[in-house]
C-alpha cells in the first residue's frame, strides 16, 4: 500500500475511535483547537489531538501529553512511528504517527496515558474504579 493509501485509510478509521475513547474517559470533552479536534479534562487541560496533515506536515497522528521520560524513551526507539510533535514536543508531548504500523492497543494506551498524566487526582481515582468495576 503506498504511503498516500495509508493517510488516507488512517485518516478515515482513526478518528472515530480515538473520539469514543477519550470522552469515555471521566470530565474528558473535545472541541477544535487549533483546527484539529483536542480532547480536554475539565475543558480545560489539553489531554491529546489528532492532526491530519497539520500545517502540511503530511503525517496522520496523534499527539498526547506524556509523563516526564516517556516522550525520550519512545523516541530513542528509533522506530518512525513516534515523533516529536509540533508546537508541543517542547511541553514533553509525543506523537504517535497513525499512517504506520501501530495497534489500537498502542493508542488507547497512549491517551489513557496523557489523561492519568493531566487530570485530578479525583478524575484518576474514578478512572481506576471504573476499570476495577470492569475486570
Request: charged letters at 25%.
Amino acid at each position: 500500500m503506498s504511503e498516500e493509501n495509508l493517510r488516507d485509510t488512517a485518516a478515515k478509521e482513526w478518528p472515530e475511535r480515538i473520539r469514543a475513547f477519550a470522552l469515555s474517559l471521566p470530565g474528558v470533552s473535545e472541541r477544535i483547537s487549533h483546527g484539529m479536534p483536542t480532547y480536554f479534562v475539565h475543558g480545560k487541560k489539553s489531554i491529546a489531538q489528532y492532526r491530519n496533515n497539520h500545517h502540511g506536515d503530511g503525517i496522520v497522528g496523534l499527539c498526547c501529553a506524556a509523563p516526564p521520560g516517556v516522550q525520550q524513551l519512545l523516541l530513542e526507539t528509533g522506530e518512525d512511528t513516534y515523533y516529536l510533535p509540533a508546537y508541543v514536543g517542547h511541553l514533553g508531548w509525543i506523537g504517535v504517527r497513525l499512517d504506520r504500523s501501530v495497534t489500537w492497543e498502542e493508542v488507547a494506551g497512549l491517551i489513557r496515558e496523557a489523561y492519568m498524566t493531566r487530570a485530578s487526582i479525583k478524575l484518576k481515582a474514578e478512572l481506576e474504579g471504573q476499570e476495577r468495576t470492569k475486570t
